[in-house]
């Protein structure tokens, strides 16, 4: 899996940066098919409103292809600003617990290193510079404080298995393309139990979705 931030400059650890919240929800508008919910998102979002995965990720999000038929979930948007779903009176209606990483990270995001070791900071601001003002902040301070160990070790994980599961899509014909869709969904955000742990969940699914890869691979 390639970085997703690369045309987003990069931010060294110690770098410093003034962030204030406006509560002018103009980051969360216009957002259509570029808020990613990733699995540990999506598990945490069920949690929040008691009810399974399948239910969350229908009520709130939508599958985008990418190459080759994967398929990733981005937060609906809703009215003629392409708001996120979950805006409310320009506050986030999910803030206290449920927000997706790339939420919680703005004004930055992570992204691994080549290794899969360390973790990048990149500033994805954009075009909302009116943000910059008020406490300064130091950029490896603020990862800390909004991206957890358990998010570390989701994020290691996800990316070594869709290396490895690239590897198998490539061997895959193109027909196969709905069977490939159709296991990915199901192993990456649905078959989760919110009262157990999410990594030894997350880690057995995606030794689940390979072997599945394979077995498509083989014709099966």
Known sequence: MNLP????????????????CQHCGSCCKHVGNSVMVESLD???????FHTDMATVAERYTEAVLLDWGVPVLMLKTVSPDDACIFLRDNLCSIQSGAKPRACRLYPLSVGPDEKLKDFLIFNVSGKHQHHFTGRQYRAQDWVDAHFGSVDQAYIRTEYKAMRECGFILRQIPRERENDVMFQMLRWRYIEYDKNRTFMTQ????MEILKQELKRIKGGH
């Open 5 to 20: 931030y690369c045309d987003y400059p990069q931010m060294k650890p110690n770098a410093s940066f003034r962030f204030k």
């Open 202 to 205: 997350f880690k057995r699914n």
């Open 42 to 48: 999506l598990f945490r979002m069920a949690k929040f």
